[in-house]
Nanobody, 124 residues
Framework: QVHVVESGGGLVQAGGSLRLSCAAS????????MGWYPQAPGKQRELVAT???????NYADSVKDRFTISRDNAKNTAYLQMNSLKPEDTAVYYC??????????????????WGQGTQVTVSS
């Protein structure tokens, strides 16, 4: 199976920075797109940044010029560098990875996997 684990969240003052990590492990053949999805209390999970295996990126308007997504394919890890943080960025940040993996050691399947989330709190 495949596991996705986020880390790097915490409490930071407005204007500060944090770097989140998303590491995938297991019987992985390859990882396709990876993305970050914050979910604030009482709100739906929303996509703010994605990156393809080849490194093409896309951002929501709310985070453009403040957040940068990157990845290290050799480490099966994606990162989200968050600068100029605002109180409205407060949320649990979830990572999603599209993974092609070995099933029962032989067959290749492709599914989307979610991590457990990491809390980001920005104080004013």
């Amino acid at each position: 199976q495949v596991h996705v684990v986020e880390s790097g969240g915490g409490l930071v003052q407005a204007g500060g920075s944090l770097r989140l990590s998303c590491a995938a492990s297991g019987s992985i053949f390859s990882i396709n797109a990876m993305g970050w999805y914050p979910q604030a209390p009482g709100k739906q999970r929303e996509l703010v940044a994605t990156i393809t295996r080849g490194g093409s990126t896309n951002y929501a308007d709310s985070v453009k010029d403040r957040f940068t997504i990157s990845r290290d394919n050799a480490k099966n890890t994606a990162y989200l560098q968050m600068n100029s943080l605002k109180p409205e960025d407060t949320a649990v940040y979830y990572c999603n990875a599209g993974v092609t993996y070995y099933h029962q050691g032989i067959r290749l399947n492709t599914d989307n996997f979610w991590g457990q989330g990491t809390q980001v709190t920005v104080s004013s």
